[in-house]
C-alpha cells in the first residue's frame, strides 16, 4: 500500500496552484485524492478526465474567499495527492485504493477531499471516516438517489453509491429528480430524500433538512445535483435541480451548526470547448474549504 508520501505532489502543479511549502503533508491541513475512474458509467462518458480538469481550473481560482473575508487555502495549507490507478473495478478503486489512504489522511490528522470520477468512488473514503469518527451524517446532493443495491450486477456501482454508504450511515438526500424506488433501510440509518420538485428554492425546509444531519457531516457532491446550467459537462444533466447560490447557502447552514469531517466532488466530465463545469467544480471546493475553515474551525487556527 503506497505511503502518503510517496503519493504527493511535491511541485507547485498542485490544487490551488499553491507555494509548494503551503502543500506539504506537514503544512497542509487538507489533502486531495483524485479519483479519475469512470468504469461503471451507464450514459455520457468523460468524468475520468474531471479530477484533472478540476486541478488545472483550481490554479485560476482567486484564493481570497470574500464570503467568510480570509485567504483560508493559504493560510490552512491544501496537499495535492497523484491521481489513483484507474484501470480497475469500481470496488478495486473504492475500497482497495480509496479507503486506505483515507484511513492515513484520517491518521495524520489531516482532512480528506475526493474529487472524481464518477460517484461510484466516494463509499471508500465514507467508510474511512464512518469507521473513524462517531455520530455521522451524510448529506448527499445529487439528482439521483443512487440507492439501487446493485446496478448491472455491481454493487459498487456508481448508481449505488449511496446504498453502500447507507450501509454504514444515515443519509440526507437533496437535488433528487431521478430516483429509483427504494425502502428506507434501517431504521437506526434512514435516508431522508428531499425531492427537487418541492425542494428546489430557498424555505424552511433547509432548516429542517440539516436539522436531520448528525454532529459530524461528510458531504458527498455529485455535480448533476445542481442545476446543468451551472454544471453542463456531467455524465447525466438532469434539468432543474440546486441553483448555484441555493446549493452554497445549505453548505453554509451545515457548515455554521455541524462539524464537517470530509466531502468529495463527483461526475464532473469536461466538455471540450469550455470551461464552465471544471471551474465551477474548483470554486465549490474552495467555497467548501472556506466554511469549514470559517464556521467548523473557528477559533481553531482560525485566520
Ligand atoms: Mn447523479
Not at 467568510?68 to 470496488?91: M, R, S
Not at 455524465?235 to 441555493?246: A, D, I, N, R, V
Request: proline fraction near 7%.
Amino acid at each position: 500500500m503506497p505511503k502518503l508520501h510517496d503519493l504527493l505532489v511535491t511541485d507547485d502543479d498542485n490544487f490551488f496552484g499553491l507555494e509548494p511549502e503551503l502543500a506539504t503533508l506537514e503544512r497542509a491541513r487538507f489533502v486531495v485524492m483524485s479519483a479519475p475512474y469512470e468504469g461503471t458509467v451507464s450514459y455520457g462518458k468523460g468524468t475520468g478526465a474531471g479530477p484533472e480538469a478540476i486541478r488545472i481550473a483550481s490554479q485560476q481560482v482567486e484564493l481570497f474567499d470574500e464570503i467568510t473575508g480570509a485567504e483560508h487555502i493559504p493560510h490552512h495549507g491544501v496537499a495535492t495527492l497523484k491521481p489513483f490507478n484507474p484501470d480497475c473495478t469500481a470496488e478495486e478503486m473504492t475500497i482497495g485504493q480509496i479507503y486506505p489512504v483515507t484511513q492515513q489522511i484520517l491518521e495524520a490528522g489531516k482532512f480528506p477531499i475526493l474529487v472524481g470520477g464518477e460517484h461510484s468512488v466516494s463509499p471508500g473514503a465514507v467508510k474511512a471516516v464512518a469507521e473513524r469518527v462517531p455520530d455521522l451524517s451524510v448529506f448527499h446532493i445529487d439528482a439521483h438517489s443512487d440507492m439501487r443495491e446493485a446496478y448491472h450486477d455491481d454493487p459498487y456501482s456508481h448508481a449505488s453509491a449511496a446504498a453502500r454508504i447507507n450501509e454504514w450511515c444515515p443519509i440526507v438526500q437533496v437535488g433528487i429528480r431521478s430516483r429509483e424506488k427504494f425502502e428506507p433501510g434501517d431504521p437506526k440509518r434512514p435516508v431522508h430524500c428531499y425531492h427537487a420538485w418541492d425542494y428546489h428554492s430557498e424555505g424552511p425546509w433547509i432548516d429542517e433538512a440539516v436539522g436531520k444531519l448528525s454532529r459530524n457531516v461528510y458531504l458527498t457532491i455529485d455535480v448533476d445535483g445542481f442545476d446543468p446550467s451551472v454544471f453542463p459537462g456531467t455524465g447525466t444533466p438532469e434539468p432543474g435541480g440546486l441553483s448555484w447560490y441555493l446549493g452554497l447557502k445549505i453548505i453554509q447552514k451545515i457548515a455554521q451548526s455541524r462539524n464537517i469531517v470530509g466531502f468529495d466532488i463527483v461526475e464532473v466530465a469536461p466538455t471540450e470547448g469550455q470551461q464552465v463545469s471544471e471551474f465551477a467544480a474548483a470554486r465549490l471546493m474552495g467555497r467548501i474549504i472556506a466554511f469549514i475553515s470559517h464556521y467548523c474551525w473557528r477559533g481553531e487556527g482560525a485566520v
